[in-house]
């Protein structure tokens, strides 16, 4: 079994900055995704960035790209999403979360495990 924990989530006022951390730890698979999820009030849980663990080849949505970005210490089992130039639509819960094998997906539901999540609000 895999354990996600999150942290880092906070309040922060419009073109603020925060880093996510996620660690890992338990039996994880052998070759595996790291994504960042989030999902806002009322609405479904929406990809955000994702990362090839073996490799570190790394995948954004459109609506972060250029000012999100996801990284990883191996050492440490951590990967961290920096969010810069926030703004009060990136407000929404921000989820880790774990795909065993090769391939990245945007998809949820193709995730298998997932950590409880962090809270971010940007707002002034």
């Known amino acids: 079994q895999v354990q996600l924990v999150e942290s880092g989530g906070e309040l922060v006022q419009p073109g603020g900055s925060l880093r996510l951390s996620c660690t890992t730890s338990?039996?994880?698979?052998?070759?595996?995704?790291m994504g960042w999820f989030r999902q806002a009030p009322g609405k479904g849980r929406e990809f955000v960035a994702a990362?090839?663990?073996?490799?570190?080849?790394?995948y954004y949505a459109d609506a972060v790209k250029g000012r999100f970005t996801i990284s990883r210490d191996n050492a440490k089992n951590t990967v961290y999403l920096h969010m810069n130039s926030l703004k009060p639509e990136d407000t929404a819960v921000y989820y880790c979360?774990?795909?065993?094998?090769?391939?990245?997906?945007?998809?949820?539901?193709?995730?298998?495990?997932w950590g409880q999540g962090t809270q971010v609000t940007v707002s002034s």
């Open positions: 990362l090839r663990w073996s490799v570190g080849n790394t």
């Open positions: 979360a774990q795909r065993g094998g090769s391939f990245y997906s945007i998809d949820s539901r193709d995730y298998d495990y």
């Open positions: 338990g039996r994880t698979f052998s070759n595996y995704v």
